[in-house]
C-alpha cells in the first residue's frame, strides 16, 4: 500500500488529507489494478507504481471537485489583444475542464503511462 507520507513527503501531493487518504488510495488501486489486468505493465523504478497511485488519486480529487462545484475550473481568457488584432474565445470558458468519462479515463490512462510502460496485448 502506498503510504499518505510517501503521498506528501515523495510524491508532494496536497489535496487529500490524511483522513480521506485510505479511499483515495483504494479508488486509486482498483483502477491500476483494472489496468494490470488489461494491459502487460512494468514499472522502470520501485516507486513508479506508488507515483502513478499518487497521480491518479489526485486526478480522481480533481474530477470530483470540478464536478461536484467545490472547485472551479480553471477559466480560459475570454479573449486577447495583441496590438490591432484580437481574438474572442468566450464559447470555450465553460468548457476548460472536460470531466466527461471518456476524457477521464484518458487521463488516467495517460498518468499511468507516466509512470509506468503499458503495453497492449497478451500479458
Not at 468548457?95 to 477521464?104: E, M, N, Y
Amino acid at each position: 500500500m502506498t503510504s499518505y507520507e510517501f503521498y506528501v513527503c515523495k510524491y508532494g501531493g496536497k489535496a487529500i488529507q490524511p483522513d480521506e487518504w485510505q479511499t483515495a488510495y483504494a479508488d486509486a488501486d482498483a483502477l491500476i489494478r483494472r489496468y494490470e489486468r488489461l494491459y502487460r505493465v512494468e514499472y522502470p523504478t520501485d516507486s513508479a507504481r506508488d507515483t502513478a497511485v499518487c497521480a491518479i488519486a489526485d486526478a480522481q480529487r480533481r474530477f470530483a471537485d470540478v464536478q461536484s462545484g467545490a472547485a472551479a475550473a480553471p477559466a480560459a481568457p475570454a479573449s486577447v489583444t495583441i496590438g490591432s488584432v484580437s481574438e474572442s474565445y468566450a464559447a470555450n470558458t465553460a468548457a476548460a475542464i472536460d470531466a466527461t468519462p471518456k476524457a477521464q479515463a484518458a487521463e488516467y490512462y495517460r498518468i499511468l503511462c507516466l509512470y509506468a510502460d503499458v503495453y497492449r496485448g497478451c500479458s
